[in-house]
């Protein structure tokens, strides 16, 4: 008799499954349905399901990994790798799920910035600091592009890369770029990527950097803090100090990477100088 209880204790009908993990009965007939969570036991005569305790901890996986959106067939093959696959397919299984919330992760971040861009937006006393200046002539070494229409942004990591094999190990000063203002309002324009250096340029550098001289520029400057989410913000920003103090734009803005994703992996860390170019001609306040 003991035995029987013992064995009886073991296994809890639908209702008291759903009374211990929060989930409805209806919900856990779907989940069976779509063969996510199969009872422990069916009675083939009245067709009640029956549950087991390892299977509270399933359950609420399956709960989370779909309130998370995680595509059914992925929840599935997670499911049963996890139960009876190789090593390898588990190790697979597991990095689907890992990217699905990295993704996730990068999703909820970007909501906060939008939020937070938001209540910048909304709030009539906030206003990014913008200052005129003049930026000094620079020996970089570059590479210059035309970047067509509807072209992604690995062409500025291609640039990149030949900048450092260019370099090599020798210090330098953070990157920065060039860009004509049509790559923004028309999607194509030419961009010059660039590091600054002094040293000559060695033979065995990359075909596509050149040493180019930047000249002294007046420009309108402003450090945006953090990732490029909300970089439109600063670009406003300046667009309209050099409007309201009567300063003509050049066709170029200039960014410098202070800190980027070459330095630290926390975007929240990240600064980046960007310059709206001035007509030196232009007149204005420099306040």
Do not use: C
């Not at 013992?6 to 759903?18: H, K, P, V």
């Not at 969570?37 to 996986?61: F, H, K, M, N, S």
């Amino acid at each position: 008799m003991d035995d029987e209880e013992d064995g009886m204790a073991e296994r809890w009908t639908i209702g008291e499954f759903s009374r211990i993990t929060h989930l409805s009965i209806r919900t856990l007939r779907r989940y069976h349905e779509q063969e996510l969570l199969v009872p422990a036991e069916v009675d083939p005569a009245t067709g009640y399901r029956y549950y087991t305790p390892a299977q509270i901890r399933p359950a609420l996986t399956i709960r989370r990994l779909r309130e998370l959106d995680l595509p059914l067939a992925d929840v599935r093959e997670f499911l049963l790798t996890r139960s009876g696959g190789t090593d390898e397919e588990s190790h697979a299984a597991q990095q689907i799920v890992a990217a699905h919330l990295r993704r996730l992760e990068d999703r909820l971040g970007q909501t906060q910035r939008a939020v937070e861009a938001l209540r910048e937006l909304l709030d009539p006393q906030a206003e990014r600091t913008v200052s005129l200046e003049v930026l000094p002539p620079q020996r970089v070494l570059a590479v210059t592009l035309d970047i067509p229409p509807g072209t992604d942004l690995s062409w500025y990591d291609t640039a990149m890369n030949d900048l450092d094999a260019a370099v090599g190990d020798r210090p330098v000063l953070p990157p920065g770029g060039r860009y004509q203002h049509t790559l923004f309002t028309d999607g194509h324009g030419r961009a010059t990527v660039y590091l600054p250096a002094e040293a000559p340029l060695p033979p065995e550098a990359p075909s596509t950097v050149k040493v180019l001289r930047l000249p002294q520029r007046t420009a309108a400057v402003a450090t945006h803090r953090g990732p490029h989410d909300d970089i439109d913000l600063t670009y406003s920003a300046l667009g309209a100090f050099a409007s309201r103090n009567g300063l003509r734009a050049q066709d170029l803005v200039e960014e410098i990477y202070l800190v980027g994703p070459r330095d630290t992996d926390q975007p929240d860390r990240w600064r980046t100088l960007v310059a709206w170019l001035i007509d030196p001609g232009s007149g204005g306040s420099t306040t």
